[in-house]
């Protein structure tokens, strides 16, 4: 998370699951969309579109892992795929 750190200037003492994107950690709507945005870019992920908005850091990683997972199962149904 210390890209997290450095791309909003959090302290890392802020950074943990529980934190609270909007009350804990001062990200809006659209500080939270360009995390979600920055965060696919680093990871190669893409976040579905109907998740909906995350509330916590933790929110923000399960959805994270759910993606992944969703990404790791078609590799392995479509090798070729992207």
Request: net charge negative; hydrophobic share 50%; charged share 25%.
């Amino acid at each position: 998370m210390q890209g997290l750190q450095e791309l909003f200037g959090l302290p890392s003492a802020s950074v943990t699951p529980h934190a609270e994107l909007e009350a804990d950690l001062q990200l809006d709507s659209l500080a939270t969309a360009e995390l979600a945005v920055w965060l696919e870019d680093a990871l190669a992920v893409r976040l579905p579109a109907d998740a909906g908005q995350p509330r916590t850091l933790g929110d923000l990683q399960a959805l994270l892992d759910a993606a992944r997972a969703e990404q790791d199962v078609c590799a392995v149904d479509d090798p070729e795929a992207p």
